[in-house]
């Protein structure tokens, strides 16, 4: 999965601590999802679309492999 999660960030000039906070998870999940470390969950991915106004689809790209 690659996540477009660190430049959504910085567009809106949050840091992760406040993106956390508007979706209402953890700093570190917030840290692990932008090191690719850490697959969200759907519901986790929705909360973060919502903070952006975005589609899921436009966050995070899954590969094939991935989905198959």
């Known amino acids: 999965m690659k996540t477009k999660l660190k430049e959504l960030r910085a567009s ?5 601590t406040e ?7 953890s700093r ?6 932008e090191r ?3 697959m969200p969950s759907l519901l986790i ?5 919502r903070v952006f106004d975005k589609p899921v689809q436009e966050i995070f ?3 094939e ?4």
């Not at 809106?12 to 992760?16: D, E, M, R």
């Not at 993106?19 to 998870?25: D, G, S, Y």
């Not at 991915?45 to 679309?49: E, F, G, L, P, R």
């Not at 492999?65 to 198959?68: F, R």
């Open 12 to 16: 809106l000039g949050i840091n992760q």
């Open 19 to 25: 993106l956390a906070k508007r979706a209402k998870i």
């Open 28 to 33: 570190q999940t917030v840290s692990l999802i």
């Open 36 to 38: 690719e470390e850490f």
């Open 45 to 49: 991915a929705m909360k973060i679309a």
């Open 61 to 63: 790209q899954f590969n």
């Open 65 to 68: 492999e991935e989905l198959g």
